[in-house]
């Protein structure tokens, strides 16, 4: 079983929609995890980490942490089209395990 | 302040040739970590160095290897290329070691043919 699990989409949204992103990870011991954005041809950018169970809040993204069901999700609202890119979840301990990324589109 | 740096951008390589990928981290950063993207895929972690020693290594075999230097920078050396080695490398800048933030260079695009 991978450590870290996305869903690969693609997710496809509307304008101003809220565009929801789902991660599993296998390791009940992780801590901490991280959201990057890539878009095509460009390396990951990080758009927020979380380390507590809960939500965390930045600008138009919310990141959710669930330990017990060892899941983290982002929630991007107000979808806008230069948001359409490739997200990926990571579980940090020293080293970054990747999903596979979930690619969303955001239609105009 | 300049972010990672990374060169050469793109390199194009045969089959059993050798090359070296190099990364410069973040002013004050002292860890750097290395990655390879393929198409499709997330990053897939190679190496840690920190303060000039290697402290993690990924599934990767020994044709891969690393080094880090006095500055901090650092090289990704792989040795008898095969196509499969064809993807993005990616370095990782991060303060110190451990679960902290990594923040990526634009990464060397390694084409073998």
């Known amino acids: 079983q991978k450590e870290v699990e996305q869903n690969s989409g693609p997710l496809s949204v509307p304008e101003g929609a809220i565009a929801s992103l789902n991660c599993t990870y296998s390791?009940?011991?992780?801590?901490?995890f991280f959201w990057y954005r890539q878009y095509s041809g460009k390396s990951p950018e990080l758009i927020m980490f979380?380390?507590?169970?809960g939500d965390k809040e930045d600008g138009r993204f919310t990141a959710q942490l669930n330990k017990a069901s060892q899941y983290v999700s982002l929630l991007i609202r107000d979808s806008q089209p230069s948001d359409s890119a490739t997200y990926l979840c990571?579980?940090?301990?020293?080293?970054?395990?990747f999903g596979a990324g979930t690619t969303v589109t955001v239609r105009a | 302040d300049a972010g990672v740096t990374q060169s050469p951008t793109h390199l194009i390589k045969t089959r059993g040739q050798q090359v070296t990928l190099r990364c410069s981290p973040i002013?004050?950063?002292?860890?750097v970590s290395w990655y390879q993207q393929v198409l499709g895929q997330g990053p897939q972690f190679i190496f840690q160095?920190?303060?000039?020693?290697?402290?993690g290594r990924g599934n990767f075999p020994d044709r891969f290897s690393a080094r880090q230097f006095p500055n901090y920078s650092s090289e990704l050396n792989v040795n008898a290329l095969l196509l499969g080695d064809s993807a993005l490398y990616l370095c990782?800048?991060?303060?110190?070691?451990?679960?902290?933030?990594?923040?990526f260079g634009p990464g060397t695009r390694l084409t073998v043919l």
């Open positions: 990782a800048s991060s303060l110190v070691q451990g679960p902290n933030e990594q923040f």
């Open positions: 390791d009940r011991g992780s801590q901490s």
């Open positions: 979380i380390y507590s169970n």
């Open positions: 990571a579980l940090n301990d020293y080293k970054l395990s």
């Open positions: 002013s004050g950063h002292k860890s």
């Open positions: 160095y920190y303060e000039k020693e290697e402290r």
